[in-house]
């Protein structure tokens, strides 16, 4: 029987306003994957956040192999074994892969490139020991955390929200890695909202609902449509009945774009399609064929190299961000924080950002009678409109973002993996959103990692490789279909 690594017992953590963790309960064992489940909010962060001593807990007591440990800091939770991958990475950009792994230590670059290569190998996270940390992929650059934690010698891996930003193939390498780890004796906490994941990778599974434990199952125990009630206190529909599309007037047309890169190589390569009212085109590709910069062209934030962009009859290949707006295309970009909001402003300043009406902004009690009416109608989950946006959940966060762009009444909405990061609730809501907006005539381009998703809700499915659709399919998620789309994102003609 294996012995437990970590306990947590009656953990409360308290914020000003809100019991975040009331209670808690939670244990590790010996190379078993642990996986935390609750909806945005519910304390899985804040809990992790404890466990890995970025916060002190207001109450209760944690055991690290049968012994009670103040963890008093992330480097303190390192020297007793204790790792954490947190969704925003640590690492120095300017440095090699090396030398973000020696941080903290004094051993000799050599000696650690050795080490990294090993690790590499042996765990099938496959990186350059001596490329910059700028010059790697997303997935690269989580491969170089986890083994920072394994170069440490790591006993307990937090993984908070591992796949949120990975391909399929690179999840299943991370899959991989972590059954490796696992077969090691190494106990590994799990932090996801994808329930079929969840089902493939998890052990044991830890419900959490606004921070208390509803209950803790066993592999064989647990569904996807046990656990998501078990999150949400209710049934969720995941698969969104919809009247078939009726399309009507051309709202968008792209014509033969092309568009550069951030690092100056072809990202589009002459790109076209159309968009009407009342229908949802999904894209689907594998990511890093050109969605950012497809997204960034129609918005005005990246420039047209040769090409045309019609929207209503009216050429805006080369108008401003601000024309667009005004001229109806709304944008819920892929980064909340980065791009989508501005953090350090209340939610009331995120919800009245990119309207028209300036004066307003010097009266701030119009201001905040615009956002209650939003808050109430998106049920906003926030202490007060005045609230510093940073301080939500990642499902509030977006729900900012949607009342905001969705107030604007466009005529298209570009969504850029509109539901990444979010609980089964709030997908739901993001769903059952973009669908409303299609039945009141709005054409809506969907950019999403997902199959699943693309399928939910696209109307017309396009598969885009290197900058350019290579063909169309019907939103069927028969096995044949799923083939078919496989294919021509490995770029494979069909």
Known sequence: MSSTLLEVKGIVKRFPGVLALDGVNFDLKEGEVHTLLGENGAGKTTLMNIIF???????GEILFRGKKVHIRSPYHALQLGIGMVQQHFTLVPSFTVAENVSLGTKDPPNKVAAEVKRISKEFGLEVDPYAKIWQLSVGEKQRVEIIKLLYAGAKVVILDEPTAVLTPQETEALFKAIRKMTA???GVIFISHKLNEVMEISDRVTVLRKGKVIGTLKRGEFDQNKLAQMMVGREVVMKIEREKAKPGDLVIRVDNVYAKSDKGHLALDGISFEIRAGEILGIAGVAGNGQRELAEVITGLRKVESGKIEFAGKDITNSSVMDRIL???????????GVALSPNLSVAENLFLRRKERKIWFNKASIYEHARRY???????TPSPATAVKYL????????????????????IIAVHPTRGLDVASMEFVYRSLIKARDEGVAVLLL????????????????????KIVGYTTPDPSPENVEKIGLMMAGVAV
């Open 184 to 186: 090691q004796g190494t």
């Open 53 to 59: 001593g970025l916060y002190k807990p207001d109450e």
């Open 327 to 337: 001229a109806g295309i709304a944008y819920i970009p892929q980064d909340r924080k």
């Open 375 to 381: 808050i109430e109608e998106y049920k906003i989950k």
């Open 393 to 412: 959940s990642g499902g509030n966060m977006q729900k900012v973002v949607i009342a905001r762009e969705f107030s604007l009444e466009p005529k298209l």
């Open 448 to 467: 999403a990692g997902e199959l699943y998703e693309i399928f939910n809700l696209s109307d017309r499915v396009g598969v885009i490789y290197e900058g």
